[in-house]
């Protein structure tokens, strides 16, 4: 007689079933991989949320620019300071206002800016880009994010000016 014989039943077979070692360590590895996946797609996102907020929410990225202005503040500061920012000009943008018939596209956020949406055209190089965008990157820079062209020694002349 065969050391298996399916005739034969033991407690397992009787319990429901029985479970080889290899099989265990299978349904472990499925646990994880699962885990793995759920936790990977959670934080994806999470991320996405967050920059959709961010790239068409349009009202908390000021709250967002105050934040990094006050983590960068103080004597290693960077950027511009928010008097050298609050004197570069903001405007409502207006398609074709500006000589040109086409649209306009925010390099930072590379959204479209739509008719009515708060802008800033930097002074020296005449780059236009959404407030929220261009004033998180002024506060950590203090050159056009497009050009590099020194915005800081511009927006006291503008400020001068206005």
Known sequence: ??????????????????YRVCDTVVLVCLAFASSIIVFTVAVCFRRA???QGYASGRGAAPAAATVAYAAVGGSGMRGLAPS???????????RGAGGGGGWAQCAICLGLVGDGEAVRRLPECKHLFHVECVD???YSHATCPLCRRDVGAAAAA?????
């Open 1 to 18: 007689m065969s050391s298996h014989d399916p005739s034969s039943s033991t407690a397992a077979d009787v319990a429901g079933g029985s």
């Open 49 to 51: 949320v967050a920059l």
């Open 84 to 94: 050298a920012l609050a004197a570069i000009p903001k405007f409502a943008y207006r």
């Open 136 to 138: 998180i990157w002024l």
């Open 158 to 162: 503008a400020g001068d000016k206005v």
